[in-house]
């Protein structure tokens, strides 16, 4: 049975907590789900307040995710975030005003929620997680990550995995992991090594397949082939010498007339200069309701892991991901994604997966292949197989020594059923995979 | 530069700041948004209510009111992002408004700190708002009130909880409420007639097709999947009867019979083309036939007599219709999916399919005229309109709003026509339903207490003795489930019935621990999903739920149910 407020526990409302007088009510009370040997009051409370915890990511989620963890309850919030504040993000981000447009995100946010909720202290970093090294990510009890890149994601994650040292269970650090596309989102809870991480989840997230290049450069169809082909061809060919630019509103304009004119050329209708940004800065539509729900979903978990008043989502062998879907209806799909034995991250040991591939196709389209495969998305892959390095992507040295191979047929570089090691440079883990020829 | 057309209008200021949002609801939905204005009926902590706002002063709805007379309390501060320090003492609709505009300098903002009870006492006080929202606790009586005047004014009203781990809410929506733009998985939408071509789409399909065996590698490489089918189509007919395919096993022999006609005697060892003509059988070789529920607003009494005073959604779909009575399908979208193919074939195929569809609205135009002038109507209905409405016709929708549950103190809870229904999903091990009669329950025990002996403010379970009022709550709640159980006229038998019990009770304890508090994830996870579906409401695009949502924070699962 539900027990009264346990009598420790100051309930007055000029005290030190009256201020979290309803939180109180869940920390100083047992629930139908709590633990037997849960107690609940004073030391739960201190765990809550003494917990470090990093926030990744401080735009749509990032925003949603500060305020909720303040609010929570958190007292020590740290946060990282490269980027500066645009215009675009207003409608969303709204710990930011216009006049901060063009200030880093993690100063702006930290600053305004600091003096939002009295007593939190955040401390913002506005550069890239890969500065940080393992001795920063140790300092954390758990990880929130609101991102919108799928690379940042295989980086952290990969770099808690690796951290796990069996004899250290301090060296566990929970990650929790918001995204949103319109009305979609998920969150999804991962105990690196002991449930399934981001890599073994990497297929719910398939990448859009390309249009392939002789489409965009010969029979385009749909004005987005007519935009690809400024954006890859047109530029190329006529402003080499300028780097291109997405957010220069100039630049942006010349693809979309040089777009317009291809399109008119083929009777294509349908080029605008919004498609043209959609296309070229591959925008994802977002809106401060998917936001406010999947940055909530993940601080719920991150209450409930630090305070273990209720059960969280991610406890081994039971669910850890719950899938969003919001424009018919409201729909959620909680469910446990299960480890995968041959993740090239935290399989327990990296077996090489098996894939089956064309004899006669190039290295080069072989390597364009993996940048599709919903479970590698490799956009800069080294190579190598049991015998020799097939291709390099640095140091020039080795790239130049390597290049040839590139046009090379498989089965003039490998046996059939040989094994190959791929790289990224974005990532810290291998790829291995069994290649069998195909007919 | 100088082959270039001249400079372009770039983006307005506006399309800058709200061009992630327009991206879905486009240009009509922002329009409808600003014509706006909702009214907050805040009360208990008060965070879920504002969170909503929140999230919809961010994409600019034109106006909003706080009604809330509390005055901003210490406990406040730990709970609502939208109030500081310096406001204690101060009226909570007063500075949450405030903080609230800092987000959007569009939004226009109010707030009234006057109580609910005299406030709504004033003639027309309710008057300028187009959508309401009021938070639990709230005492019947007002509530009462509040639903009625949506529903006579036809206005949409939510009904919000956000207690501890749990929340729920309620949508009553008007009796009709359709919607055209409901944005379907464009992977549903595609609908190619292939089955009932037209003379247009038979002839493209020939000439792509002609010479067929003699044709250049490159050009068999390019015909466009379309005309493929078409053609095997006209094959297999001749050779069953005039038949097409009718059942799973004829399709996958269709389907052979494509994939075996690809080349293979090139360097890639097949096609594109037939590729994607195979993987096309399946889903394209069916009979265009409408969904049951669109047909079903065919039916309905709106649709069937169109009046003088009928919205444009009744006229429009009374004349498609005749359309559908008329020729059996709905009229041509007009989409083609993109394909291997030329760019000036798929273009030819792409207006094939245009052609189709300008016909088809013209007709429909016709009939839309033809009721408009027979019922006397006085502004036509925009062409736009008609040609949007056809385009998605196998999608349209209607929602039939119908009031929630207002508890009254000791009166029985009415479930209707959905008792059965209800008290099916009821013995689910993973319904939610348990956790919406524990909410029920909840009302019934705030409908029934007060904090004072005054009067004053309702009070809520677990205040000050989660125990006792846990038992209480239960008892409440069994007495619910029993009495619906009774309604849908089924019995509940062992073990399921005390299965029924436990997980009741622990749903009612669960959220008597709260006494009454929200946590501000559950009110921030809530508000946006009470904003989604007010985003949804205004602009009449996307599904509403119909019409209850309960979310369990403990599991992380949503479950709607209608009411």
């Not at chain 2, 929140?54 to 709805?61: A, S």
């Not at chain 2, 019934?444 to 125990?467: Q, R, S, Y």
Request: proline content about 6%.
């Amino acid at each position: 049975m539900a027990e009264a407020i346990i009598p420790n526990l100051p309930t007055n409302l000029e005290g030190p907590r009256a201020r979290w007088k309803y939180l109180d009510n869940i920390l100083g009370r047992r629930g139908p789900f709590t633990d037997v040997d849960w107690v609940p009051g004073a030391a739960i409370i201190e765990s809550l307040e003494r917990a470090k915890l990093l926030v990744i990511g401080a735009g749509g989620l990032g925003c949603e995710i500060l305020k909720n963890l303040a609010l929570s309850g958190f007292k020590d919030i740290h946060v990282i975030d490269m980027d500066t504040i645009d215009v675009s993000n207003l409608n969303r981000q709204f710990l930011f005003r216009h006049a901060d447009v063009g200030k880093y995100k993690a100063e702006v946010a930290a600053k305004f929620v600091e003096k939002r909720v009295k007593g939190v202290k955040i401390t913002p970093y506005c550069g890239k997680i890969q500065d940080k090294d393992e001795e920063y990510y140790k300092q954390f009890a758990m990880i929130v990550c609101g991102l919108d890149s799928i690379e940042a994601r295989r980086w952290i994650n990969a770099t808690l995995v690796g951290m796990v040292d069996e004899n250290d269970e301090d060296s566990l650090k929970p990650l929790i992991d918001g995204g949103t596309e319109g009305f979609k989102g998920q969150a999804r809870v991962i105990l690196p090594t002991m449930t399934s991480c981001i890599e073994c989840q990497l297929d719910m997230h398939a990448p859009r397949a390309a249009v392939p290049l002789c489409t965009l450069a010969t029979i385009p169809r749909q004005p987005q082939h007519c935009i690809e082909w400024a954006h890859i061809i047109a530029w190329d060919e006529e402003r080499k010498e300028i780097t291109l630019d997405t957010d220069d509103p100039e630049h942006i304009t010349w693809l979309f007339q040089k777009a317009l004119k291809r399109a008119q050329e083929f009777n294509i209708p349908g080029v605008t200069y919004s498609m043209t940004q959609g296309v070229v800065k591959n925008i994802i539509p977002a809106i401060a309701s998917t936001n406010a729900i999947v940055a909530a979903s993940c601080c719920n978990e991150a209450f409930k892991i630090a305070t273990s008043t209720n059960p969280f989502l991610g406890v081994p062998e039971t669910d850890n991901y719950m899938m969003y879907t919001g424009d018919e209806s409201v729909y959620t799909y909680t469910f446990q994604h299960m480890k995968k034995s041959d993740c090239p991250v935290c399989g327990e040991d990296n077996l090489s997966r098996p894939l089956q591939v064309d004899p006669n196709s190039t290295l080069q389209e072989f390597l364009d292949g993996l940048a599709e495969r919903p479970e590698a998305q490799l956009k800069k892959p080294s190579i190598r197989s049991e015998q020799k390095s097939l291709y390099y992507q640095s140091p020039a040295s080795l790239e130049e020594q390597t290049r040839p191979n590139l046009t090379k047929k498989l089965n003039e570089l490998l046996e059939n059923g040989e094994e190959v090691v791929i790289s990224d440079p974005a990532f810290p883990t291998q790829f291995r995979y069994q290649l069998t020829f195909k007919g | 530069m100088a082959d270039l057309p001249p400079p372009v209008q770039g983006p307005t200021a506006k399309e800058k700041k709200y061009d992630r949002q327009l991206r879905l609801w486009g240009a009509t939905g922002q329009m409808a948004l600003e014509s706006s204005h909702i009214l907050l009926i805040n009360s208990g902590p008060g965070v879920v209510g504002v969170e909503t706002l929140k999230n919809l002063v961010l994409p600019g709805i034109g106006n909003f009111t706080i009604q809330d007379s509390a005055v901003v309390s210490e406990a406040d501060l730990g709970v609502n992002f939208f109030l500081e320090e310096e406001h204690l003492g101060g009226f909570r609709a007063e500075h949450t408004c405030n903080l609230l505009k800092e987000l959007n300098p569009d939004v226009q903002g109010s707030f009234i700190t006057e109580p609910v009870e005299s406030w709504l006492t004033q003639p027309d006080s309710l008057k300028p708002y187009t959508l309401i929202l009021a938070t639990a606790p709230i005492r019947p009586e007002i509530l009462a009130r509040l639903s009625a005047h949506a529903g006579a004014s036809l206005i949409p009203i939510f009904y919000i909880h956000s207690v501890g781990f749990y929340s729920h809410f309620s949508i009553h929506l008007p009796p009709a409420f359709p919607i055209v733009d409901t944005h379907p998985d464009s992977e549903t939408t595609s609908d190619l007639r292939l089955l009932k071509p037209w003379p247009e789409l038979i002839q493209f399909a020939k000439e792509k097709t002609n010479a067929l065996d003699t044709m250049a590698a490159d050009d068999h490489g390019h015909i466009p999947y379309i005309a493929i089918l078409l053609y095997h189509l006209e094959e297999w007919k001749k050779d069953h009867e005039g038949q097409v395919p009718q059942n799973y096993k004829e399709k996958t022999e269709f389907r052979t019979i494509v994939s075996k006609a690809a080349r293979t005697n090139n360097p890639e060892g097949g096609e594109e083309n037939y590729d994607e003509a195979v993987a096309a059988v399946l889903k394209s070789l069916n009979p265009p036939e409408p969904a049951s529920a669109v047909k079903e607003i065919f039916k309905t009494p709106e649709c069937v007599l169109v009046s003088r005073d009928s919205s444009s959604f009744w006229v429009i779909a009374h004349a498609i219709g005749l359309f559908y009575t008329k020729y059996g399908v709905l009229p041509v979208p007009g989409s083609v999916p993109d394909m291997k193919a030329r760019s000036a074939d798929y273009i030819q195929l792409q207006n094939v399919y245009k052609s189709k569809a300008r016909k088809d609205v013209v007709e429909v135009l016709e009939s839309v005229r033809f009721l408009e002038r027979t019922a006397d109507r006085k502004d036509p209905i925009d062409e736009k309109d008609v040609e949007a409405f056809c385009k998605n016709a196998a999608h349209i929708k209607l929602v039939r709003g119908r009031p929630f549950h207002v508890v009254q103190a000791s009166e029985t809870i009415e479930w209707g026509e959905r008792a059965k229904s209800i008290a099916q999903n009821l013995t689910f091990p993973d319904s939610l339903v348990p956790l919406y009669i524990a909410f029920l329950a909840f009302d019934e025990f705030v409908a029934t207490h007060d904090k004072d002996a005054l009067g004053g403010a309702p009070k809520m379970p677990g205040e000050t003795d989660a125990e006792t009022d846990a038992e209480k709550v239960t008892g409440i709640a069994f007495k619910i489930a029993d009495d619906l159980i009774k309604e849908a006229g089924t019995f509940v038998e062992e073990p399921d019935y005390s299965d029924l019990k436990t997980r009741t009770g622990e749903f009612v304890q669960e959220l008597v621990r709260a006494g009454g508090a929200e946590l501000h994830n559950i009110a921030a996870l809530t508000g946006g999903l009470v904003s989604q579906e007010i985003i949804k409401a205004i602009t009449e695009q996307y599904i509403p739920v119909d019409n209850t949502c309960v979310f369990d924070g403990v599991r992380s699962k949503t479950e709607v149910i209608r009411v």
